[in-house]
């Protein structure tokens, strides 16, 4: 079965302190590792998608890296309006999938 | 940018009532998606739709839920007989194709029945 964490739970910063969140993943053979943005009572909102080891996605302050294991969103000097849930699916190419499967979330506060 | 847009925004409904919650995905999408997010847990993923006809669908997805796409541009959720633990938010998703795909939300059905 396919399982996403997420680690930490929640992460809070000062503006401008950089870090980085974790998903740990295992997958039947990944297709693709999204990440999702969320605001509360929002839709997730695509950030990025990676489909093999050693890919890098950058987007403004974050950068996505992956791994056969896990994948990493990295936020450069963030500010306040980064602060939000940041989620972690898997998609795998078993026959017919299609759905995703989430993490749990890292929710994000930055502090100005 | 295109959008998938989602009716109603809130609803609230008594237990056992039938519910329908609307989805317009984006227009040049062919599959088409529902989620379900319950209150401090996990975005779980109900059903995908394409051609037509239901391609996968979750456990959680039983004889009590249906999805329809009714014309060109709208894609629904029934759910027949509605149960307390149904309250949650709904999200429908749509993208281009199958697998590795980029998958849209929208922002969501708040569900809570009474």
């Known amino acids: 079965e396919d399982q996403v964490t997420q680690s930490p739970e929640a992460l809070r910063l000062q503006e401008g302190e950089s870090s980085s969140l974790n998903c740990s993943y295992t997958v039947s053979g990944l297709r693709g590792l999204f990440w999702y943005r969320q605001d509360p009572g929002k839709g997730p909102e695509f950030l990025f998608t990676l489909y093999s080891a050693g890919e890098e996605k950058e987007k403004e302050r974050l950068k996505a890296t992956l791994t056969k294991k896990e994948s990493f969103l990295h936020i450069t000097a963030p500010k306040p309006e980064d602060s939000a849930t940041y989620l972690c699916?898997?998609?795998?190419?078993?026959?017919?999938?299609?759905?995703?499967?989430f993490g749990q979330g890292t929710r994000l506060t930055i502090n100005p | 940018e295109p959008e998938v847009t989602q009716t109603p925004s809130h609803q609230v409904t008594q237990m056992g009532q039938e519910v329908i919650l609307r989805c317009v995905p984006i227009?040049?999408?062919?599959?088409f998606y529902w989620y379900r997010q319950i209150l401090g847990q996990k975005v779980e993923f109900l059903v995908s739709?394409?051609?037509?006809?239901?391609?996968?669908k979750s456990e959680i997805f039983d004889d009590q839920f249906s999805v329809e796409r009714p014309d060109g541009s709208n894609f629904t959720l029934k759910i027949r007989s509605t149960k307390l633990e149904d309250s949650a938010m709904y999200f429908c998703?749509?993208?281009?194709?199958?697998?590795?795909?980029?998958?849209?939300f929208g922002e969501g059905s708040w569900l809570t029945v009474v």
């Open positions: 998703a749509s993208s281009q194709t199958r697998g590795g795909n980029t998958i849209y």
């Open positions: 699916a898997v998609q795998s190419h078993s026959q017919g999938a299609q759905k995703l499967v």
């Open positions: 227009s040049n999408h062919l599959y």
């Open positions: 739709f394409y051609n037509n006809e239901i391609s996968e």
